[in-house]
Each structure stands twice: as C-alpha cells, then as structure tokens.
C-alpha cells in the first residue's frame, strides 16, 4: 500500500452534532479514530514491525559499544599493569581482548608508550584485523592476535610481553621448566620455544599458533612471551608465572644447584584446580578451594 493511499484512509469523521460539541469532545473521538484506523492498517503492521528490527539493532549496538570501552579499559589497566610489573618497557609488547558476542577485538596500537596511553588510544579490530575504530595503526602483532583468538574460541584475551628473565631463556631457544607451583597452576606443562622467525607476519602467526597448540604459554625465540586465556586476568597471570619461574630457575642455577621441574602429573593437577575452582570467593563459601 503507497503512503498517499494510507493517508486517504484516514478520513475526518463526521460525527452527528459535530457542530454542538466541544472542542475538546471532538478531537478525542477524532483521536480513537485515528488510532483505530492505524492499528487495521497493514502498513502500520509493517511500520510496527520495522520499528521493532529498528529498535533491536539499535540496543544491540549500545550494548556493543558498552562492552568495548569495558574491554578497552580493561586493555589499557593490563597494558600499564605489565609496564608496572617489569614484563615490559617503553611500547614493548601488546594486548588484545575479544568481546565473543560482536566478534569486535580490542588491542593496543603500535608504538604506543604505556604510561601515555588512555582508553581513546585502544583500537578496536574484527577478526580478520581490520580497524573499525579508533585513530592509530593496531600493534604489529595484530596477526598473531587475531589468529589465536579466531582459532581458540577457549580463549578471550593475548598478551605479548618482553618479562626479562623469560627473554634469556628466548635468547637461547630453551624451553622453560615448571619448577614452581604458581607456575604450575597457571600454565600445566613445560613452555616450550619457537625457533626465530621475523614477527607481524601470517606466517609468524601461524608459527606461534603450532607452538602453542592447546597450551597458554609459548616463548617466541630471541623476542619474548605469548600468553593466553579465557579473559585478560588469567592471560596476564600466565604471563606473570612463566617469568617467576624464569626468575627461579636462573637464580637457581647462578647459586650452583640445579633446579627441578615440577612432575608432568602434578603441574597438570594444579593446572586443573587453578582453571575449575581458583576464583575470590566470600568467607561464607563453602568450597574450600
């Protein structure tokens, strides 16, 4: 039906003693009309239609966009949190954290300094890598976040950091050894270590991908350390583990002992318990995890 045919069908009512009612009177039963003649029309049914389909995508949006400035802020306190803690100096690594239900990725630019950055500063990319909001160029490591996020849907969030001690095992192609129980927990096995190769590539990517495989912790030869996990705390606390234990094993050595790897069955255990039940929980939490 054309709007001109729609509005033909609302027609002013005579009423009988129209000219006797009040003015008021009048235009309320003019109103009832109107209304009634909309709601048994089908362009009003297909206007109320439209304007539900409308008014869902336009909350979808808003919720969209309230769930990437969280993430966003959520990237920039990790971001400063591994310059705080030493993992990293200066723009050194990245960040990256996907919001599942829009597929949206919010990840630190490139040669961006920490202590300057702010919220306006993350940038937001979909899966393929590709800018959909903010104003710099993404880190150049965008493939291998975008990569890992796309093919581990167990995972929510990467971190790339240059933790110093995890950078001397880098620097000699070593595997790190779970000699911790932190560590344990956090990561489950032994971090092993790719061989070197050029990164901000697909291939790279795909490189750290294999190395990785079902793990949260690879160290990227002579460059540093990629972890994961299902949110940015988790991501950021493997991240945390590997470089004590780091740490542990190269005060170890420099003391004359030989530092022992945790048993594979007892870092898988631990790692378990950390991924099921470590969570804050109140005093009046029965579990006692």
Sequence with gaps: MSRQKFWRQIRLPRFAGEANLPDKTYGQELSCHIVLTLAHSPVFSVCLRELRVWAKALAARIICRMAMRELKQEVLRYARQ????????????????????????????????????????????????????GRWKPTIETPLHTLVLRRRPDVGAVVHCHAPHVSGFAAALQPIPLVLAEAAACVGHEVPCAPFMPSGTAEFAALMLDVLGRGNAAVMGQHG?????????????????????????????????????????VCAELHQWWRVAYRRKGIASSDSA
């Design 225 to 265: 350390l990629l972890t994961c996990g299902a949110d940015l705390r988790r991501a950021y606390a493997a991240a945390v583990a590997v470089e004590d234990s780091a740490r542990a094993c190269i005060h170890a050595r420099s003391l004359g002992f030989t530092p022992q790897p945790l048993p594979p069955q």
């Design 82 to 133: 591994m310059m705080f803690d030493g993992l990293a100096r200066g723009s050194q690594g990245n960040v990256s954290a996907i919001d599942r239900a829009s597929g949206l990725i919010a990840i630190t630019p490139s040669a961006a300094d920490y202590s300057s950055m702010t919220e306006d500063d993350i940038v937001v990319v979909n899966a393929a890598g590709d800018v959909v909001e």
